[in-house]
């Protein structure tokens, strides 16, 4: 997973973005959510307006990383995606928290979250809650 070192030999830090995005494609895809299918359709857009992480262990060429992707918030027209980045000794290494706004394509203005993605959120992040709690 890890190829995009900088000159250190650890992972240059924008790539940490490009992995967490693509963990959350592929966590969207396992709810059912098809984003191409869902722009294709044009009925919303869904871009990410802040993002923000924290290094807090090196990451290197070809370390063996798990990422977590959980949802961390979902309100009317925007959720927040959190992704956990954890090294092969179970230690967290890296955090990304990313912020998501629906939009609509033609007038780019806030609209609601649509059910379906608002429903697969909340039930995620509802047993993301659970397993913390036991």
Not at 52 to 70: A, C, K
Not at 118 to 134: G, K
């Amino acid at each position: 997973m890890l190829s995009s070192t900088d000159r250190a030999g650890v992972l240059f830090y924008p790539e940490l973005f490009r992995h967490a995005h693509d963990a959350y494609e592929a966590f969207m895809a396992r709810q059912e959510q098809d984003l191409p299918g869902i722009f294709a359709a044009g009925d919303v857009h869904i871009p990410v307006v802040h993002v923000e992480s924290d290094y807090l262990l090196p990451l290197r060429h070809g370390d063996s990383v798990d990422v977590t992707v959980t949802p961390a918030r979902v309100g009317a027209t925007s959720f927040s995606i959190d992704c956990e980045f954890t090294d092969a000794q179970g230690r967290t290494a890296a955090k990304v928290r990313s912020v998501h706004v629906c939009i609509d394509p033609a007038s780019r203005q806030a609209v609601a979250v649509p059910a379906t993605l608002r429903e697969r959120l909340m039930v995620c992040m509802a047993a993301a809650q659970r397993l913390q709690d036991s």
